[in-house]
């Protein structure tokens, strides 16, 4: 069955420390997101792609970024990390078109001391 | 700026009750979806409603959907103990990413 993993499910890591975490999707959609989710806040998106090569901001970009190389990747960078990044990040991927479901993976949940 | 603002926030029902939670939104939209969210997991898609829908049924989910009011309702009817999760309503319009709400706590007492 096609699925989205995410990698690692629980990160602590220390504020200033550049961090990655992986997103990996065997649906072969060409849309990915990440969003992090914080209580009161619902889900904010974070970055996008929607084919390889292409990324976008989202509504919360500052302090990350993407690459797209590939179909099923979509890593994500914290560059330095901060406090308030301390978070649950959710990857999700969709096919491409409006409207269409997103697939979420199970998250990561990232603290950053 | 969130589009679609759950209410209400937390919801108890016993089992075997049908559960209301409604989402409003501030502009036009293309699409809302609904996702379900059980505890330490990602989001599972549950429904999908046109603009150009009023009503969608799916197992015990009705979703309806009112434009002229910005807003939106899913009722679960007949809810069982595992339908405790949280719930989210998400909007997208041409040109933008789906926006999701802060989402209702449903709890089913046994």
């Known amino acids: 069955d096609a699925e989205i993993t995410q990698s690692p499910r629980h990160k602590i890591t220390e504020t200033g420390r550049q961090v990655t975490l992986a997103c990996h999707q065997t649906w072969n959609h060409n849309n990915m997101f990440w969003y992090r989710q914080d209580l009161g806040h619902g889900l904010r998106l974070i970055h996008y792609?929607?084919?390889?090569?292409?990324?976008n901001k989202g509504e919360v970009s500052d302090g990350y970024s993407v690459s797209r190389s590939n179909t099923e990747d979509l890593p994500l960078t914290l560059e330095s990390a901060a406090s308030s990044q301390t978070s649950v990040y959710f990857c999700a991927s969709s096919p491409s078109g409006w409207g269409t479901p997103l697939h979420f993976g199970n998250g990561t949940r990232l603290t950053v001391t | 700026s969130q589009q679609g603002e759950e209410d209400p926030q937390a919801l108890s029902i016993q089992e075997g009750e049908n559960a209301t939670m409604n989402c409003s939104y501030k502009t036009s939209i293309n699409n809302l979806q609904w996702y379900r969210q059980n505890s330490g997991r990602g989001l599972v898609h549950l429904i999908l409603i046109r603009s150009n829908e009023r009503e969608k049924h799916s197992g015990r989910l009705r979703v309806t959907l009112d434009t002229s009011k910005k807003s939106s309702s899913l009722l679960i009817t007949a809810s069982r103990a595992a339908d405790t999760a949280s719930y989210f309503c998400a909007t997208d319009s041409y040109g933008q990413n789906f926006v999701f709400g802060p989402g209702t706590r449903l709890s089913v007492l046994p």
């Open positions: 792609s929607y084919g390889v090569q292409d990324t």
